[in-house]
């Protein structure tokens, strides 16, 4: 092979990537009053302002791609690819508690429900400051669906909920915990009921502590006071919400009683989408092992359906 052909290929191949890949990646950290939030922003290649999409991430100890460290499927990481490769840029970051060690144990035990809000509200408030997007819409999925509905008011253009329940946590405790445990449903209630006035809980049933131990129930306490059909409600924005029909965490119910209680928001349901937007078609086995599958990719009618709300 001569060396005009070689170099020939070597720009085809160069051409095709650029192709491929139209958007720049860059790490951006953006300070907080909690912690400075690390994240991953990608940017359409583009003279024009493009939307911007913040992706927020779950429950748990999750990072921008949405894995942690008894999962990774690189659910958020594939979205975000997704929505730049569309002209649509995202920035995606780790949730505030991956930002401190074990040193920080003060500053960990501090983190509530209202602390990942506010930080919502501050990483949306910076880009609105730059002014270098056409518009900006958060996109929370599951837990980060409430984080994201907060913030959305009076900062947000748009609003996307992803897998977001649609009851509040106290609900969906005492349902989880009836379907596994019913013999522990009452002390469940009872001690619930006490965190939702605010108070502090000292004695339960020891096969609860990994759900209300003492490090946990400020946080509860916190969060158990937000409830996701009261908060959609009070968005005057356009809203977008998604679940998948195989998803094993957050039932398609919850998706109806958060359009019901906005009743000018979209409903979209995706079928055979899984709670991490994987495509599954088999049992609960199989949907299991997508959660530590990073290869396999999101569905493409998610990022369809997102594209097209936003270019609406």
């Not at 160069?14 to 994240?39: C, D, M, R």
């Not at 907060?150 to 897998?163: G, V």
Request: glycine content about 4%.
């Amino acid at each position: 092979m001569n060396l005009k052909l070689t170099f020939f290929i070597a720009f085809i191949s160069t051409f095709v990537i650029a192709q491929e890949k139209n958007y720049a990646e860059s790490e951006l950290s953006i300070p907080t009053n909690s912690v400075t939030i690390n994240g991953t922003l990608l940017k359409p290649i583009s003279t024009e302002k493009n939307a911007l999409v913040i992706l927020i991430p779950g429950s748990g100890p999750t990072d921008r791609d949405g894995n942690n460290v008894a999962m990774k499927n690189n659910s958020l990481k594939f979205l975000a690819e997704g929505l730049a490769l569309n002209n649509i840029a995202t920035y995606r970051y780790d949730k505030s508690v991956l930002a401190l060690t074990k040193k920080d144990s003060a500053k960990i035990k501090k983190l509530t429900f209202n602390t990942f809000i506010e930080e919502a509200i501050t990483v949306t408030q910076y880009f609105k400051k730059t002014q270098n997007y056409s518009r900006i819409i958060i996109a929370g999925h599951s837990q980060g669906s409430l984080v994201g509905m907060m913030a959305a008011q009076e900062n947000a253009d748009a609003f996307i909920s992803l897998e977001g329940a649609g009851k509040t946590i106290d609900e969906i405790l005492v349902e989880q915990i009836s379907k596994q445990a019913p013999f522990l449903k009452d002390e469940t209630v009872r001690v619930l009921s006490e965190l939702k006035k605010g108070n502090m809980v000292e004695e339960f049933n020891p096969m609860l502590n990994s759900l209300f131990n003492k490090s946990v129930q400020p946080f509860l306490i916190s969060w158990i006071k937000y409830n996701p059909q009261v908060e959609l409600k009070k968005l005057t924005i356009p809203v977008l919400i998604i679940n998948g029909t195989n998803d094993i965490q957050v039932n398609i119910t919850d998706a109806e009683l958060l359009h019901k209680a906005n009743s000018t928001s979209k409903l979209v349901f995706i079928e055979n989408m899984n709670h991490i937007f994987k495509e599954i078609k088999g049992d609960v086995n199989e949907n299991m092992s997508s959660y530590t599958n990073p290869n396999l990719p999101i569905m493409n009618n998610l990022i369809t359906v997102i594209v097209a709300f936003i270019k609406a």
